[in-house]
């Protein structure tokens, strides 16, 4: 399935579940931005001081970032890495990540490359791309409220999102 299904799949599950859940206001309103230039990407890649996994560059060459995607999570786009507020939440569960020992928990190295493409509004709950080729072969790590998932590509992460018996993800590395 291409990334464009993907996302529609994740937009499709996620509006059902604002529609079902909107007078509670616990979760975000699902929205989708238009597309990242070439430009952005290239910027992105340098903050994040690593390449972009191929799934999720096709994801913000199609969309931005997207709200919505998790309950209360967004999915990060260039954009958020300009306008502020959401690049402070990624930055600052990153810190508390390192400095608490979560990552060496799991078992990932101390220099792996971490980079948050998500953050829950209260910080409990974050995404994050992963870059040690030579170790890891998972790019993306899923962590919070006591749980741990590793994730190989971003496509496999949205499938998941879809639909948690689509992936098994491994919960630390060995």
């Known amino acids: 399935m291409d990334i464009r299904e993907l996302v529609g799949q994740v937009m499709n599950k996620s509006v059902t579940e604002y529609l079902s859940e909107v007078s509670e206001g616990l979760i ?5 931005y238009p597309p990242a230039t070439a430009g ?15 799934h999720y560059r096709s ?9 919505g995607f998790h309950l209360d ?15 402070v939440d990624g930055l600052a569960f990153l810190e508390g990540v390192r400095e608490d020992g979560t990552a060496e928990d ?14 829950d509004a209260d910080r409990c709950r974050a995404i994050f791309m992963l870059e ?10 899923w962590v919070g409220e006591g749980s741990s998932s ?5 496509a496999d992460l949205l499938g998941y999102a879809i ?8 919960e630390e590395v060995n």
């Open 59 to 67: 994801f913000l060459l199609l969309t931005d970032g997207m709200d």
């Open 40 to 54: 952005q990407l290239v910027a992105l890649e340098q903050r994040a001081g690593q390449s972009l996994e191929p």
């Open 106 to 119: 799991v078992g990932l190295p101390l220099d792996v490359g971490l980079f948050p493409v998500s953050v």
């Open 150 to 154: 590793f994730f190989g590509n971003f």
């Open 28 to 32: 975000q309103i699902p929205r989708l």
């Open 73 to 87: 999570m967004p999915l990060f786009g260039c954009h958020d890495w300009d306008e502020g507020e959401r690049a």
């Open 163 to 170: 639909d948690s018996s689509s992936y098994s993800p491994r």
């Open 132 to 141: 040690r080729p030579e170790v890891l072969p998972e790019r993306f790590w």
